[in-house]
């Protein structure tokens, strides 16, 4: 079992910047694939970003990438995504996922809000 807790989502202007963290419970946080999605009013959940639990490697949807870095340090088992040049249309409820290996996403935090005003 992997409990999932989110922070730093909040008020920003349209340009600026926020770093949402995930604090992962467990022993195997290396063993997991993290991921972060997102979920707009009156629209459906969507992939945001992933870090691998093997090889580093990362994924990033097309809106995002370019503006959105995420990183994992498997020692204080968190996950991290660092939103920069934020647009109104990155407002969203924030949500961090786990799933071991390759097996697909299994584990959900509770999210976070991040809203962006022109």
């Known amino acids: 079992q992997v409990h999932l807790v989110e922070s730093g989502g909040g008020l920003v202007q349209a340009g600026g910047s926020l770093r949402l963290s995930c604090a992962a419970s467990g022993r195997t946080f290396s063993s997991y694939t993290m991921g972060w999605f997102r979920q707009a009013p009156g629209k459906e959940r969507e992939f945001v970003s992933a870090f691998s639990w093997s090889g580093g490697e990362t994924y990033y949807a097309d809106s995002v990438k370019g503006r959105f870095t995420i990183s994992r340090d498997n020692a204080k088992n968190t996950v991290y995504l660092q939103m920069n040049s934020l647009e109104p249309e990155d407002t969203a409820v924030y949500y961090c996922?786990?799933?071991?290996?390759?097996?697909?996403?299994?584990?959900w935090g509770q999210g976070t809000q991040v809203t962006v005003s022109s």
């Open positions: 996922a786990a799933g071991y290996r390759s097996a697909g996403y299994n584990y």
